[in-house]
């Protein structure tokens, strides 16, 4: 008795990675194009009148552009966020790489940042305000606190778990200290640094509006602010979106910087 068996081909998953809708520009249009959908159908749905369409929105959005009102307020809001931004960057990773290198400054230093990562910081800014005033520093100092814990955290784990076997070959070659520093531990820990960068931005980005809502309405706070209090939620909407985007394509460069300086791998991917 023969058995008569048929042959099955197997799934390749290489067939789905090689396909046109598997790339990351076709899979960001498809999200996009589902959430927005998503919002026009529940815009239209009575939910809420408070939840106006997408198209609605964009509408506003482009209202907004061209009177010059949302280029304006995004100036605003850009100064206390760029200022912050730069702050939290470059103390926040120089704090990380000390205390990553040196038990006593991470003794000193690292229960501080693990405790305002962990507490609700946005409870701070109504204390900011009283010791700083509504201006401009403490605006600066919302976007610090926000961003700061995040980023020397990781640039501390980035460097406490470097590879030892790559620390101990550069030593074995005569390095110096300074050289096991610069050509052996940064660029090792700087994919999970970046990924603090990046989480830090975005946590930059949350601290200004919360800045600008809370302490004084300026930029996009102001336009969020004044068209509720007037139930103009086309335009409350299109602010929040506006600045939504502008974060997303603030990470997206920030990653492709990465990308150029650091990762070369990733770099022949894309």
């Known amino acids: 008795m023969t058995l008569i068996t048929e042959t099955v081909p197997a799934v ?20 996009a194009v589902v959430v927005c959908g998503a ?7 009575p939910i809420s009148p408070a939840f106006p369409p997408f198209s609605d929105t964009m509408g506003a959005l482009f209202a907004m552009i061209l009177d010059g009102s949302l280029p304006r307020a995004l100036l605003i809001t850009l100064k206390p ?3 912050g931004l ?25 229960p501080l940042f693990i405790i305002a990562q ?3 910081l946005a409870a ?8 700083y005033g509504i201006g401009l520093t403490s605006k600066i100092l919302t976007v610090c606190i926000m961003a700061m814990p995040v980023i020397v955290l990781n640039s501390l784990t980035a460097v406490r778990h470097t590879p030892a076997s790559l620390v101990e070959m550069g030593q074995s070659f005569l390095g110096s200290r300074w050289q096991l520093i610069l050509k052996i531990i940064l660029p090792a820990a700087s ?25 004084t309405p300026t930029g996009i706070g102001d336009i969020i602010t004044y ?9 409350m909407y299109a602010a929040i979106f506006a600045i939504i985007v502008f974060s997303v394509v603030f990470i997206m460069l920030l990653e492709r910087l990465e990308a150029v300086m650091f990762r070369p791998e990733k770099r022949a991917i894309s």
Do not use: K
């Open 191 to 215: 994919p999970v640094i970046f990924a603090g960068l990046r989480l830090g931005c975005a946590a930059g980005f949350i601290g200004v509006i919360l800045a600008e809502l809370l302490i």
């Open 39 to 45: 919002w026009e159908i529940a815009g239209h749905y």
């Open 12 to 31: 390749r998953h290489t067939d789905f990675a090689a396909s046109p809708i598997a790339h990351p520009a076709m899979l960001w249009l498809i999200s």
């Open 124 to 131: 701070l800014i109504p204390i900011l305000t009283f010791a």
């Open 227 to 235: 068209n509720q209090s007037i139930a103009e939620y086309e335009n």
């Open 81 to 83: 966020l760029s200022i």
């Open 86 to 110: 730069i702050v939290s960057v470059f103390l926040g990773v120089g704090l990380g790489v000390l205390m990553g290198l040196n038990r006593f400054a991470e003794w000193l230093g690292s």
């Open 118 to 120: 962990s507490a609700p």
